[in-house]
């Protein structure tokens, strides 16, 4: 309700004026007809206040000292409503046509998840008075408010693929661009644009943001070798904060056991996928380690299942199981996941990989609370990506034993991701 009213404020004001100044007006001897033509002129008289004041109808008399308070504030406050919705036009519909000469800037191009936090971390790590240029076409971006009163901050609402867009925002001139989308497509053909502007600034350093982590060596070894794209960097939201979940919070937090570890993966969308990849290829992990991954709709490519089976032959790094196609509520497949930690006896993690915050948490408490003894004994990771991480986490420790909620660790992949950004694209 309160972004409602504070989306349309000027709406709620608009109203609120009208029938005030009304209502006053009906009050004093300013309205002279009489019937039901009174309301209408008085409906004439407040309506004229927002347009030329009160100019044609005179200063507020005839009423008593309440009356003629409320209408003189209508007699301000509604010349300065109609200013204030002047002032938001001409700012959106004519100055913002006229790009600023900027250099030296930051261009951020997208301001999705990725782009939100790297805005933060530039207005954090860079001098004050840094120059930041946002195109970001969705007009009702979680971040509108801040990105309007910024004097720093140039929001551009136009689409950041189309090179007259990138030279208004003057790109060519921009110490660093950033291209945040999760669209690789439109990623590279922003970065096409970029690269291949004329009198381009020598020193510029440009962050691509590329989903598919198939394509990353590939693209490393081809095109990103030719001099037109030296200062570009490839960066992967997703395969960072996992490298931290892996490094910083499995590795460094000593969850894993030296005698054999099984790793299960619940969820195999893009988190899980880069998990996967971690795991998978980290040299440390012996034959004694397992890899489960359940999944609701399979994705695993084929190189993948390529490498799962020339490992089987040659008996070496992780064993990777088959994977497991099911719905990760049944109990058929908790079954089955206890079953195989039954067998191996070995030290079990799992981690909760989907997008949605409480049905990670919801599935990390049933598991918990009703799942086979072999799972409710597992470390579980919860993957939460929501601000208040830490506070959940507080609660989760209230709702469940103390045993149950020491095994279930929360991972605030905000902050974390946030973190990644930072050593991945700051420390230069």
């Not at 070496?316 to 908790?334: K, T, V």
């Not at 045993?403 to 700051?426: G, N, W, Y």
Request: net charge positive; with cysteine.
């Amino acid at each position: 309700m309160s972004r409602i009213v504070w989306k349309y404020w000027r709406y709620f004001l608009f109203v609120f004026i009208l029938l005030l100044a009304w209502s006053a007006f009906l009050s004093t001897t300013m309205i002279t007809a009489s019937g039901a033509g009174r309301y209408f002129e008085a409906l004439y008289y407040s309506l004229t206040l927002f347009i030329i004041g009160g100019i044609d109808i005179g200063m507020p008399a005839g009423g008593s000292s309440v009356t003629i308070v409320l209408l003189w504030i209508c007699y301000f406050l509604a010349p300065l409503l109609t200013f204030s919705a002047v002032y938001q036009v001409i700012q959106e519909k004519l100055l913002s046509r006229f790009s600023p000469r900027w250099k030296h800037h930051s261009v951020i191009c997208g301001l999705g998840r990725n782009g939100r936090l790297i805005y933060d971390l530039i207005k954090e790590h860079e001098p004050t008075g840094h120059r930041i240029i946002v195109i970001e076409r969705d007009p009702n971006n979680s971040r509108s408010v801040f990105l309007q009163k910024s004097k720093t901050t140039w929001w551009l609402k136009d689409d950041f693929t189309q090179l007259a867009v990138l030279r208004r925002a003057n790109v060519n001139r921009a110490r660093r661009v950033y291209i945040t989308t999760n669209q690789d497509i439109t990623n590279l053909n922003t970065l096409v644009l970029n690269q291949t502007m004329p009198n381009r600034y020598r020193q510029q350093q440009t962050f691509f943001h590329l989903g598919n982590l198939g394509l990353h060596e590939l693209w490393q070894n081809t095109f990103l070798r030719d001099p037109l794209y030296a200062g570009v960097k490839i960066f992967n939201g997703y395969q960072v904060v996992t490298r931290r979940l892996y490094q910083h919070w499995v590795l460094g937090k000593n969850y894993i056991n030296p005698r054999g570890n099984i790793f299960i993966i619940l969820g195999y969308g893009r988190f899980g996928q880069m998990l996967f990849y971690h795991l998978a290829n980290d040299k440390a992990r012996a034959s004694h380690d397992d890899i489960v991954v359940v999944a609701s709709r399979m994705n695993i490519d084929l190189r993948l299942q390529k490498f799962q089976e020339a490992q089987r032959q040659a008996v070496m790094g992780c064993f990777i199981h088959n994977p497991i196609e099911g719905d990760i509520h049944a109990s058929e497949i908790w079954n089955m996941l206890a079953g195989k930690i039954r067998d191996s006896r070995k030290n079990a993690l799992v981690f909760l990989c989907r997008d949605g915050d409480m049905e990670n948490l919801e599935l990390a408490v049933n598991l918990k609370l009703g799942g086979p003894p072999e799972l409710q004994r597992a470390t579980i990771f919860c993957r939460l990506y929501s601000k208040t991480a830490g506070e959940i986490n507080d609660i989760l420790e209230k709702s469940i034993t103390p045993d149950q909620s020491r095994d279930i660790v929360i991972f605030p992949m905000q902050a974390e991701l946030k973190e990644a950004f930072h050593e991945e694209l700051f420390h230069q």
